[in-house]
């Protein structure tokens, strides 16, 4: 009782990891889930939830290829304002060279186009073929300043190799040059690290994604790659993939050495550069001590909310978010002003006055 007296939310809610594909996409990673070798990194996982018919994987399906229709109404719903839209994973990161740049381009192309359909609804992180370094670099730009996206999406390795390798550094010349965030987005562990994940089905979101992924961030940090580009600008998810949590003993234990031990001397500790270099969102973890732990931590200029649609329900994310026991100064930075900021979204209203606070019924 009393909801249709409620006043609106004063706040926009700009979400920023939020999943979409497009049926050449969709077709082309079921014929590589199909023919894709047992041992290969999401095979799978992707295997399953683009053939299965169970009733969540093709309400998935569905929701991942629409962009016009029950996408906004879910949005109006719970207020949300802005999908930061990036196409879902593993991208085109599992396909030939020439496949991968050609649907990339196609991605960002209409990943344009929806955004120009709905301009005060949707922005966006350009796909590129990371295994094809200096076409991907080429295609940031293009994304950056042909589209105006809003910044790229990795998912995580590429071929088993990790970014941190040089050949992959034209594309975080691009980056830095054009001031491009990189969202980098959990795929299943490398081939290498694979194995053990698999017994108890532990290679997805459960653990093997938030291992791999920021195992792949440290690699990031503990390369010097932050020395080479200081002012480039990377994004993880999940709170930030647990890295958070350990910045700690990562900073304690980074001077000790060992025989083997091949890590080159940085400039800063590497909790100085997650301050510096990272954001981190939300996604899936609506959990208020991580939340606030975070804050502390990393500090509330440097979280973004996000709600991986349509993985994770858009209810939970919002009540999560609105509810957090937080100043509402630190709700402003982390619905929306930070997305503003690092991803340069314009700033507006947030959606019609009234949107997410219908009077109960029943």
Same mark, same amino acid.
């Given at each position: ?85 990036? +196409?879902? @994973?593993?991208?085109? *990161?599992?396909?030939?060279? %020439?496949? &991968?740049?050609?649907?990339? !381009?196609?991605?960002?192309? #209409? ?13 966006? +992180?350009? @796909?590129?073929?990371? *295994?094809?370094?200096?076409? %991907?670099? &080429?295609?940031?730009?293009? !994304?950056?300043?042909?589209? #105006? ?13 990790? +970014? ?9 010349? %691009? ?188």
């Amino acid at each position: 009782a009393g909801m249709a007296d409620r006043q609106p939310v004063p706040w926009r809610r700009i979400a920023t990891e939020e999943a979409f594909l497009i049926p050449e996409v969709h077709d082309a990673l079921r014929s590589w889930a199909a023919g894709a070798d047992p041992d290969e990194p999401d095979q799978d996982f992707w295997g399953f939830v683009l053939t299965q018919d169970l009733p969540g994987l093709q309400r998935v399906r569905r929701q991942l290829l629409d962009t016009d229709d029950e996408r906004l109404a879910i949005m109006d719903e719970h207020g949300v304002s802005v999908h930061l839209l990036s +196409l879902t @994973a593993p991208g085109v *990161q599992t396909f030939g060279d %020439a496949q &991968a740049v050609e649907l990339a !381009a196609l991605v960002n192309d #209409r990943l344009a186009a929806i955004i120009a359909r709905h301009p005060d609804r949707f922005a966006g +992180l350009a @796909a590129i073929a990371p *295994q094809v370094p200096h076409a %991907a670099a &080429a295609e940031i730009e293009r !994304a950056m300043k042909t589209l #105006r996206l809003n910044g790229v999406v990795i998912n995580s390795h590429t071929r088993n190799e990790y +970014l941190d390798e040089e050949k992959f550094w034209p594309i975080f010349e %691009a980056a830095q040059a054009l001031r491009v965030p990189i969202y980098i987005h959990p795929r299943s562990p490398s081939a290498q690290m694979a194995a053990p994940y698999r017994k108890y089905g532990l290679e997805t979101g459960m653990y093997g994604f938030q291992a791999e992924t920021g195992l792949h961030a440290i690699r990031l940090i503990c390369s010097g790659v932050f020395d080479r580009f200081p002012d480039l600008k990377i994004v993880l998810g999940h709170l930030g993939e647990g890295i958070p949590f350990w910045l700690y003993r990562v900073d304690y234990m980074h001077p000790v050495r060992s025989s083997r031990n091949s890590r080159p001397k940085l400039q800063l500790t590497p909790g100085e550069y997650f301050k510096r270099n990272f954001a981190i969102t939300t996604s899936g973890m609506n959990w208020h001590p991580a939340l606030r732990f975070c804050i502390e931590a990393v500090g509330a200029d440097n979280i973004m909310f996000a709600i991986d649609y349509p993985y994770q329900l858009t209810v939970g994310a919002v009540q999560f978010m609105d509810s957090a026991p937080i100043p509402d100064q630190d709700k402003h930075k982390i619905f929306h002003l930070n997305a503003e900021r690092i991803f340069g979204i314009p700033a507006g209203a947030g959606i019609a006055a009234g949107t997410g606070t219908r009077p109960a019924t029943g």
